[in-house]
């Protein structure tokens, strides 16, 4: 097993550009989420995923958008990037199938630079 | 609401000195409780968790109680070694959240 896989690692854009950051699992988990980290911030919530076809806005939204597109695969897309979004993106998985606790699996994160 | 207060870092060990990474919380209902581990240049795995009042969590030599009166759950090893230089976060999972809430880390670096 892969775990979480993210694509890419690396990207640097322009203030106004696009890009979509990939995240995928193996799994099989129904829960998905977006984290972003900055330095002395630990991790935020951007968007969550709790099931395939839904998504709900965590504690940082603003500027994004996501799209579960299956059960495997939650994208993050920033349509018009701006500086204040630099930083490294995560992503995470989780099963609530069972009982708790709900240990959420890591993806090795996207270092974006906004130029 | 729900948040995390951790032991402010950086902190800066020798290696073989006792450890102790403070982390107290407040969350909704009856939470779970994790410490994740951040190594330098990767994502966050999993270093120990407790359900219930008066769990232990053990892995890699730490340790962390649940204290459900004191909300607390600080983070413990006896004897520290260099490879254990990374970021350490506190996340409680609040009951019926599907959600962690993190604290902002505590930076940690051994010195042989």
């Known amino acids: 097993n892969a775990g979480v896989t993210q694509t890419p690692k690396f990207q640097v854009l322009k203030t106004g550009q696009s890009m979509t950051l990939q995240c995928a699992q193996d799994m099989n988990h129904n829960s998905m989420y977006w984290y972003r980290q900055d330095p002395g911030m630990g991790l935020r919530l951007i968007y969550y995923?709790?099931?395939?076809?839904?998504?709900d806005k965590g504690e940082v939204p603003n500027g994004y958008n996501v799209s579960r597109l299956n059960k495997r695969e939650f994208s993050l897309r920033l349509e018009s990037a701006a500086p204040s979004q630099t930083s490294v993106y995560f992503c995470?998985?989780?099963?609530?199938?069972?009982?708790?606790?709900?240990?959420?699996?890591f993806g090795p994160g996207t270092r974006l630079t906004v130029t | 609401g729900n948040s995390v207060t951790q032991m402010e870092g950086p902190v800066t060990l020798s290696e073989e000195a006792f450890l102790t990474i403070n982390c107290t919380y407040t969350?909704?209902?009856?939470?779970?409780l994790f410490w994740y581990v951040q190594y330098p240049g990767e994502g966050l795995q999993l270093l120990l968790k407790a359900t219930k009042a008066d769990d232990k969590g053990s892995n890699k030599g730490f340790e962390a109680t649940y204290r459900k009166e004191t909300t607390s759950f600080h983070l413990e090893k006896g004897s520290v070694q260099v490879s254990d230089s990374a970021v350490y976060f506190c996340?409680?999972?609040?009951?019926?959240?599907?959600?962690?809430?993190f604290g902002q880390g505590t930076r940690l670096t051994i010195n042989p």
């Open positions: 969350a909704t209902g009856y939470p779970s």
């Open positions: 995470a998985s989780t099963d609530f199938s069972g009982p708790p606790p709900y240990e959420q699996y």
């Open positions: 995923s709790a099931s395939e076809g839904t998504t």
């Open positions: 996340a409680p999972s609040p009951q019926g959240a599907q959600k962690l809430v």
